[in-house]
């Protein structure tokens, strides 16, 4: 016991290894503990005070949550609606993105800016006014509404990432393609558009979780005919804070791991920051 | 030729178009229709009497003030830690800052709705840090719920890993080659700090408080799910305006919001515009 007082480790590790410990140690407390216990709650069957490890594990409220028919249906709603959204953002983003990239015309920087507007109004606020104009078009409850809702908010990263990509890709290489009597288009598409591929990838992992995880939008513009896992999570913390919560959850966490896991080459701070204007 | 010459500058228009047409309907028409519903009044007519409200309302206005405040103390704790977070990240090659390299992103993907049930099983006043300090004899509540501080810890669980992502992408344009020159004439880690790397950075400060501004300005899940019922954050209060039928006071609301954050805009609009004009320069 003696060994693991603070005061041994000091010792042992010397002044900047102890405080690096102490930061590591900080980070991991402050942002993984929470998740973690996010983690163990959803396999506890009885967790009642003071027990810091669930008196009985199980899977009882796993139960719970998949025989929720809408429970389950709203999982399928969820990826098919981030895949939409997803591509949808791909062709109306990369165009643009390749125009902020390569040319200069007369009203770029205000185009750059009105990016930034949608981010300056309060989401709410953009919500309940495009909330109204929708149900004057009949687009409340539909797919259509929700899709626009969420590509809104990948509009910014989808378009700034993708073109900071497009910028690094050199010009002499287009040219040389163009020279071996390639045309505009397949220069685009065998040159530019690989080389650019790395970047456009990480916008759209963006694209996807951040469709994902929507809920507010989605509560005021689908509810009750489109009802995503967050929106479900919503109606689920507010009644079974406890049990079924980290149950959903972890069942919402388990694809964003996986496709940071598998994106992980691609996606740093570098490759993020385009998407707000840093790099 | 003169064909080409047209098309080529109607090009870039056609490509922006598709953009163009999804922010003039959802962004600028619906922001418009907001601004003129803004000065209607309830009872008909024009006026400023929703504007007023905001400001005459004794309860609305502390809830301005608070939210100002529990904004600007996020702002600063996040871009502070974060920026010697971001130092750490950069300079430092150990295991321990490599490994928090690769954590750290990680919060930034996570939903807001876990990430709040998640830190809420935490800090509540049955929750495990409570549990915990039982087993020691003590009985810590850490009294975090329903406060401004519980929205405080959550907004940095949600910004300091943003805030660090965008501030490591800057300090990693700063070339190795230059601080050991700076070192090697003789100028300590202090004051390469102060002289150069600050200096250098600091654009990249201003944006990302920018965006920590703006997004925690209007936030809802947090403060909905662990925020106190007086004073409450402007984003409940104008959810709970519209709730209550009052389209023209969310509007008004949404508007001052918006004015708001366009002050914290400004600064970064400021820092891009000065930033092109250096790349002219430099062709």
Same mark, same amino acid.
């Given at each position: 016991?003696?060994?693991?007082?603070?005061?041994?480790?000091?010792?042992?590790?010397?002044?900047?290894?102890?405080?690096?410990?102490?930061?590591?140690?900080? /980070?991991?407390?402050? /942002?993984?503990?929470?998740?973690?216990?996010?983690?163990?709650?959803?396999?506890?069957?009885?967790?009642?005070?003071?027990?810091?490890?669930?008196?009985?594990?199980?899977?009882?409220?796993?139960?719970?949550?998949?025989? %929720?028919?809408?429970?389950?249906?709203?999982?399928?709603?969820?990826? /098919?609606?981030?895949?939409?959204?997803?591509?949808?953002?791909?062709?109306?983003?990369?165009?643009?993105?390749?125009?902020?990239?390569?040319?200069?015309?007369?009203?770029?920087?205000?185009?750059?800016?009105?990016?930034?507007?949608?981010?300056?109004?309060?989401?709410?606020?953009?919500?309940?006014?495009?909330?109204? +104009?929708?149900?004057? #078009?009949?687009?409340?409850?539909? #797919?259509?509404?929700?899709?626009?809702?969420?590509?809104?908010?990948?509009?910014?990263?989808?378009?700034?990432?993708?073109?900071?990509?497009?910028?690094?890709?050199?010009? %002499?290489?287009?040219?040389?393609? *163009?020279?071996?009597?390639?045309?505009?288009?397949?220069?685009?598409?065998?040159?530019?558009?690989?080389?650019?591929?790395?970047?456009?990838?990480?916008?759209?992992?963006?694209?996807?979780?951040?469709?994902?995880?929507?809920?507010?939008?989605?509560?005021?513009?689908? =509810?009750? %005919?489109?009802?995503?896992?967050?929106?479900?999570?919503?109606?689920?913390?507010?009644?079974?804070?406890?049990?079924?919560?980290?149950?959903?959850?972890?069942?919402?966490?388990?694809?964003?791991?996986?496709?940071?896991?598998?994106?992980?080459?691609?996606?740093?701070?570098?490759?993020?920051?385009?998407?707000?204007?840093?790099? | 030729?003169?064909?080409?010459?047209? =098309?080529?500058?109607?090009?870039?228009?056609?490509?922006?178009?598709?953009?163009?047409?999804?922010?003039?309907?959802?962004?600028?028409?619906?922001?418009?229709?907001?601004?003129?519903?803004?000065?209607? !009044?309830?009872?008909?007519?024009?006026?400023?009497?929703?504007? !007023?409200?905001?400001?005459?309302?004794?309860?609305?206005?502390?809830?301005?003030?608070?939210?100002?405040?529990?904004?600007?103390?996020?702002?600063?704790?996040?871009?502070?830690?974060?920026?010697?977070?971001?130092?750490?990240?950069?300079?430092?090659?150990?295991?321990?800052?490599?490994?928090?390299? *690769?954590?750290?992103? +990680?919060?930034? /993907?996570?939903?807001?709705?876990?990430?709040?049930?998640?830190?809420?099983?935490?800090? *509540?006043?049955?929750?495990?840090?409570? *549990?915990?300090?039982?087993?020691?004899?003590?009985?810590?509540?850490?009294?975090?719920?329903?406060?401004?501080?519980?929205?405080?810890?959550?907004?940095?669980?949600?910004?300091?890993?943003?805030?660090?992502?965008?501030?490591?992408?800057?300090?990693?344009?700063?070339?190795?080659?230059?601080?050991?020159?700076?070192?090697?004439?003789?100028?300590?880690?202090?004051?390469?700090?102060?002289?150069?790397?600050?200096?250098?950075?600091?654009?990249?400060?201003?944006?990302?408080?920018?965006?920590?501004?703006?997004?925690?300005?209007?936030?809802?899940?947090?403060?909905?799910?662990? &925020?106190?019922?007086?004073?409450?954050?402007?984003?409940?209060?104008?959810?709970? %305006?519209?709730?209550?039928?009052?389209?023209?006071?969310?509007?008004?609301?949404?508007?001052?919001? =918006? +004015?708001?954050?366009?002050?914290?805009?400004?600064?970064?609009?400021?820092?891009?515009?000065?930033?092109?004009?250096?790349?002219?320069?430099? &062709?």
């Amino acid at each position: 016991m003696k060994l693991l007082s603070p005061r041994a480790f000091y010792y042992i590790l010397g002044k900047k290894g102890f405080f690096q410990y102490l930061l590591f140690a900080g /980070f991991l407390i402050f /942002f993984y503990l929470p998740l973690m216990n996010l983690c163990m709650l959803a396999f506890a069957d009885k967790y009642e005070v003071p027990a810091i490890i669930p008196q009985e594990f199980g899977f009882k409220w796993w139960g719970f949550v998949l025989e %929720q028919r809408s429970l389950v249906s709203s999982i399928s709603v969820s990826f /098919f609606l981030a895949i939409i959204v997803t591509f949808v953002s791909l062709a109306v983003c990369i165009p643009a993105a390749y125009a902020l990239a390569r040319y200069e015309f007369f009203g770029k920087r205000i185009f750059l800016l009105s990016f930034l507007l949608s981010n300056a109004y309060p989401r709410m606020g953009l919500y309940i006014s495009i909330g109204i +104009l929708f149900y004057k #078009l009949g687009l409340m409850g539909t #797919l259509a509404g929700v899709v626009i809702i969420h590509f809104l908010n990948s509009m910014m990263f989808m378009t700034w990432i993708p073109s900071g990509a497009f910028r690094s890709v050199y010009r %002499q290489q287009e040219e040389s393609a *163009r020279d071996a009597g390639a045309g505009p288009i397949r220069t685009f598409f065998k040159v530019t558009l690989p080389l650019a591929t790395p970047g456009i990838a990480v916008a759209s992992v963006f694209t996807f979780l951040s469709s994902l995880e929507e809920a507010q939008g989605t509560l005021l513009v689908g =509810f009750p %005919q489109i009802k995503t896992m967050p929106v479900e999570l919503y109606g689920v913390i507010m009644e079974y804070p406890l049990t079924a919560g980290p149950v959903l959850s972890l069942i919402l966490i388990i694809p964003t791991v996986l496709v940071l896991f598998f994106m992980r080459k691609y996606i740093n701070a570098d490759s993020l920051s385009g998407g707000y204007g840093v790099k | 030729m003169m064909k080409e010459k047209v =098309f080529g500058k109607i090009f870039p228009y056609l490509l922006i178009l598709p953009s163009l047409v999804i922010l003039a309907g959802v962004v600028f028409y619906p922001i418009a229709a907001s601004l003129l519903r803004s000065f209607e !009044l309830e009872e008909g007519g024009l006026g400023l009497d929703n504007y !007023l409200y905001f400001f005459t309302d004794k309860i609305q206005r502390d809830n301005i003030i608070y939210t100002l405040q529990v904004v600007m103390i996020t702002v600063l704790l996040a871009v502070g830690v974060s920026y010697f977070l971001a130092l750490y990240l950069r300079f430092s090659n150990t295991w321990t800052s490599r490994l928090i390299g *690769r954590l750290y992103l +990680l919060p930034r /993907f996570i939903p807001g709705l876990v990430a709040v049930n998640g830190m809420i099983t935490v800090i *509540r006043d049955s929750g495990l840090i409570n *549990r915990i300090s039982r087993l020691f004899g003590l009985e810590i509540k850490l009294g975090l719920m329903y406060n401004s501080k519980g929205i405080i810890l959550m907004n940095l669980w949600f910004n300091i890993p943003f805030a660090t992502m965008l501030l490591a992408a800057a300090l990693s344009k700063i070339q190795n080659s230059s601080i050991e020159a700076a070192r090697d004439s003789g100028a300590g880690k202090l004051q390469i700090l102060r002289t150069m790397i600050l200096p250098l950075t600091y654009r990249d400060i201003f944006i990302t408080a920018t965006f920590v501004f703006m997004s925690n300005l209007g936030s809802f899940t947090t403060p909905y799910l662990m &925020g106190g019922n007086n004073p409450q954050m402007l984003g409940i209060s104008l959810y709970s %305006q519209f709730n209550n039928g009052h389209y023209e006071r969310a509007a008004a609301l949404s508007v001052i919001m =918006f +004015l708001l954050s366009l002050l914290s805009a400004v600064v970064y609009v400021y820092t891009n515009m000065k930033k092109s004009e250096w790349e002219k320069g430099n &062709g």
